[in-house]
């Protein structure tokens, strides 16, 4: 198993909102879904990843509403709003800028 | 009505949305729980470790719970509220405390923020006029004079003029009196002589008519300028005023403008301009062609734009330079001269007042402050628990100490409006005793500048409060908190700290006690010394005798001693006599140079001495005593032979060692509108009027008969049994039937000059006393709270002490000992900031030593005792403590 590292600050939302834009989920499945497409190298706890949940529901990006889960268990499902969409877009522009800067710089030094 | 309904069916929906996002939150960790057990149990675990491990997944539902509600957005309000309501019943639950903290936070920055506003209105506050950091005031120096702030001469200004590049413009101006008659109400009211440049120099708008033009200078076109309260009283705001003309003084002047509502002159008060002057008019004579010795002339300059007061300065002293080359009685008088920014010049007499008394009350407020912390933290002693319990059940730190922010802004906002309240009245008081150096301050308003200064101070406060038990608060371990009953291992870290606080606040009040003490000696000192005069039961006023009805000296001595001589016969009256210059009245100072015989003939060697012409019953109707020689006579008259009477200060320095009476000394007198010197024989001495103020004795003082010379400005002085006051009808009677032209000014008993004279050292005593015993309050009350709270942390140990054989007197001393450290660190600290304080204080002070030992023992002395005080009921229940009780209950 790949050693987890922690997750940059400011960049949890995004992983989260990248999440939910190929399917809603609940939170669990959040964290899960993190764990496994980022090879383990994320690990987000329910810990950091319910108050991330509210807070971008109260920001109106995402949306949650009850469901029923595969266990057949009631679970709060979010899904991705138009909002959060052009969030996502944005936030991922940004990121790919940075990563970019930070490369470019890394490169020169080597 | 529907307003109300609307926000209660607001206030409804809210909490029920909160509500129902709690119970939403709830379910979805239950159901997460739900789902990560279930996991467990696929892989194999029973039902009971399954739930267990989820919840340890989820890092406890209850501190998640908190941490979601920490980050929802909305959440915020929601917990500030939660916080406010928590912090209001925390601080109902103790009253006692919250009364006192509240109360004594109320106090302290009603003090602080009435003070600073006077302080910013009067110092701080930029002159209204344009530019006013380019105004300076100019003063000469001459080193006989024995101040460097002498008015200067005309023909002295026109030098300085044509010589000076850093001025722009300079003007001058010289405050008398005047009568304005031509109706069946003549009325005497200050007049300005002023240069034509003077009020357009300040840069300020007349609101009807013109300033001054080059054509109304000297003898040219008469025109006179009018305040706009004298306009409205007078001349019942009439706006067609400009162009008619008024019988002023014996002359036809032409109004030519009225000033603005709020103007005002803002000038030292030794300059004699005061703040407000009704009525301003050009010199009438040619000031630049006067003689080149007769300094009255108060000069205003505004500086080039650019130009520093520094700059000014250095170019100034250039130009006494050149003049002392050029006039060899400059030269041996050391001419200098002295260019001071008007803003720091108008209050330089105030400001030291000021400064200390904004000194006193800021440490106050801190005194105030670390008293509330004390008992916050005494407070948080007993509440660590509380503390540690909200802790394990999931609150984060930042949240504890957002919960003693809160409470901290919730004791400080009602400190704070407390606060403003009490500055209010404060300043309201302030206001109504208006002492004359407060000119600038005549409203009691609470202007955004003060609300803002005490809303910084609670602020600062609150933070303080919040942070200081919360610091304590998070410092400590969780758990061993909770096992532990009493606080245990943190008391001896909190009882360092208070004890530290404790020695701050014996500092202070030992430092503020000094101050006081030495203050009401001072005002003690200005209320025993004899001013030269008994003011009790004595009225005066002021009569001006224009020029048109008494166009000569013999006129006016005639009038004069005919006056006085029905006054004489009013019923009840013991003594009337006329001065020139009443002793401490705000009439531009007469002071001249005087030669004794056998000295040379050079007026620049010449001694100076205030000069003032007297009727014969001046003396007797001041109650100055007579201490050689003899009074002035009826028979001293204009023919006969010249007689001065001179105060020992003079006599002292001219024939030391000799008898004053039959010298001769040469003075200026008053004769046919000129001042002429001439041989006088001394014939009395008298005891030195304080002219100037209760505590200077400026320079030697000679007297004239009125029949010798008769200045034009005149003040009487009558003596009679009882309240002064109740004279006044019958005098003013008495001169109307004399002279219904004539106008009297400023009726009043000769003790409301004393009092004003008194009044900032009065107003700074008194309030140094309050301030000193509000801390003195606040330290017992600290001490107290300090030693109760060990003591009763310490009990079972006394009782174990006890049982081992120490006496009731043993614990007491325990006690005693425990206040009494830190109080005498502070005390020594306290003495060290007083010591090192004293050169500044000593400005203030008259009659007393700043390191005077009897202020210092007696200080001491009350600390102790106040200290000790703060010891008494602790002490008494340490030495109650019952052995076996206690023992029994550990």
New interface residues.
Partial sequence: MTQSIDIPPGTLDLLILRTLALRPA???GVADRIRVVSGGAFAA???SI???L??LE??GYIR?RWGE?E?K????YYEITPEGQKQLEEKKRHWLQILAAVSSVLDQEA | MSRLFHRIAHGARLQFRRERAEE??R???E??V???A?RKLAEGLDAAEARRQARM???GPE??KE??R?????ATLDSILQDLRYAFRTLRRSPGLSAVAILTLALGIGLNTAIFGVLYAVVLEPLPYHQPERLALLWSSFEKLGTARAPMSGTLLKEILERSSALEGAGAIWVGTGTFTGDANPEQVKVASVTTNFLSLLGIQPQLGRLFTEEEAAGGRPAIVLSDALWRRRFAADPAIIGKGVAFSGRNLTVVGVLPPDFRLHFPADSNVPADVPAFTPFPNAIFKGPRTLYYLRVLVRMKPGVSPQDAQRDLDRVALEIRGAYTEFSAEKLTFHAIPMQGDAVREIRPVLTVLFAGSTLVIVVVCINVVNLLLARAGQRGKEMALRASLGASSSRIVRQLVTEGLVLCTAGFLGGIALGGLALRWFASTRPDQLARYRTATLDWQMLAYAGGISLAAALLFGLAPALEALKTNLVERLRDTRGGARSAAYGKLRAALITCEVSLGFLLLIAAGLLLQTLFHLRQERAGMDARNVLTFEVDLPGRQYPNDAARAAVVKRWEARLADLPGVSAVGGVSHLPLDDYPNWYGPYRLEGAEQNAGAALLADQRAITPGYFQAMGTRLLEGRHFEPLDQAQSRLVSIVDETLARAAWPGRGAVGQKINVERWQNGAFVPVWTEVVGVVEHIRHHGLATQLRGQVYLPYEQSSRPHLSYAVRAPGDPAHLAAAVRAELHKLDPDLALSKVRPMQAYIDKARAPADLTAKLAAVFALFTLLLTALGVHGVIDYSVSRRMPEMGIRMALGASHADVRKLVFREGLQPAVFGVALGMAASLAGAKWLASLTYGVSPFDPATYATAFTVVAITALIGCWRPARKAAGANPAEIIRNE
Avoid: K, T, W
């Fill in positions: 609940h939170g669990v706890g329910p810990g319910f108050p991330a509210r807070r109260d920001s949650g889960s266990n268990r009631r679970a709060r | 939403d939150l379910e979805e960790i159901a997460c739900d789902i990560l279930d997944e989820l890092e501190q998640l941490r979601v920490d980050a929802r957005a909305g």
